[in-house]
């Protein structure tokens, strides 16, 4: 089953934004939020995407809300350590959490041992950008297509190996998505890093790498694109193939967003989500998001919460019948 997002991306949320970025002040100063700093907790470590982006959305929103935005990074376990440091925090409206969409989607399949519940302790804010992965493979290799790709993999079951920045992450489940759909058996590869390197020298013939450290490596014809994973061509590569162009069920992106403790008030979650929105509606913020080969995106608090159901359940049908485990 193919995940689906178009019906809820940041077209279709503009009509829950304010009109304008100064109304969006105007009520908040009114209803006494907020009336001082903000903390941002994040999933990564400075310098990588989430942190960026992160950053690049606090320095609008301090404008937008006229308190200061304080980013924290609280790296660690694929986004768990921020995730319950956030489901601890006091629900008024001062702590939010900027993470990944896994966080909330594969971690609960994949770590057993969690002692909170991302679903039931936190709430949907916004999501903000979404990427796809492609997958890459070195210019020595006998494949060029999907297809051939499928052929070369049926021929040798096991044998031909694809690396990923580790089990249970994102880019895996793309891998093992696809070879559920194409009923291919692939050796998987787990780095502790990104493989691409070793792709580009030979070590392994095969990746799955997300768009923005894909493409350098594209251009630059140091490895092959074989397909990408998102619901439609990218707009850098239109004669990349989707791999959904030959495998409907593999249409899947990884997203960026923000989320609150369960406990905030509604009113509070939807003058962020109307501030996000309009953040991510701006032609600058809009430019730095393709710039790194992404998309904006946008929804309502209602749209994001049934994006995440539905992808959660998707990944744990996915999870539970490979076995996938981290524990």
């Not at 924290?72 to 768990?80: D, K, S, T």
């Not at 962020?272 to 998309?295: C, D, H, M, Y």
Request: contains cysteine; hydrophobic residues 45%; charged residues 15%.
């Amino acid at each position: 089953m193919a995940i689906q997002r178009r019906a809820i991306i940041a077209r279709a949320a503009a009509a829950c934004a304010v009109a304008s970025l100064r109304p969006l002040q105007a009520a908040s100063a009114q209803q006494g939020w907020p009336s001082h700093a903000i903390k941002f907790v994040n999933m990564g470590p400075p310098g990588t995407a989430p942190d960026t982006y992160n950053r690049i959305y606090a320095e609008r929103l301090s404008k937008v809300l006229n308190v200061p935005m304080i980013v924290e990074n609280r790296p660690g376990v694929a986004g768990n350590i921020a995730t319950e440091y956030v489901t601890k925090a006091p629900a008024d409206g001062y702590t939010f959490l900027y993470t990944v969409s896994s966080s909330f989607t594969v971690n609960p399949w994949i770590y057993s041992r969690l002692k909170f519940d991302p679903e039931k302790e936190l709430r949907p804010v916004s999501p903000l950008l979404s990427q796809g992965a492609f997958i890459v493979a070195n210019n020595d290799m006998p494949f060029k297509t999907v297809k051939e790709l499928v052929d070369y993999a049926t021929a040798h079951p096991d044998k031909l190996a694809y690396g990923t920045n580790g089990v249970g992450s994102f880019l895996h489940l793309i891998m093992e998505l696809f070879s559920q759909s194409a009923k291919v058996q692939l050796l998987h590869v787990p780095y502790k890093g990104p493989p691409l390197i070793d792709v580009v020298s030979g070590q392994i013939p095969l990746c799955v790498e997300p768009a923005a450290s894909a493409i350098p490596m594209i251009n630059a014809g140091k490895v092959r694109a074989i397909a990408y994973s998102g619901g439609h061509r990218h707009a850098q590569f239109p004669n990349v193939p989707t791999i959904a162009e030959t495998y409907p069920a593999v249409a899947v992106v990884g997203w960026h967003g923000v989320w609150a403790p369960a406990g905030v008030p509604t009113e509070v979650v939807q003058k962020f989500n109307a501030a996000l929105t309009r953040i991510t509606q701006t032609p600058e913020v809009q430019k730095q998001i393709a710039e790194t080969g992404s998309e904006p995106m946008s929804a309502s608090i209602d749209a994001m919460a049934s994006l995440l159901s539905q992808e959660k359940r998707t990944w744990g049908e996915l999870v539970k019948a490979k076995k996938i485990s981290v524990d």
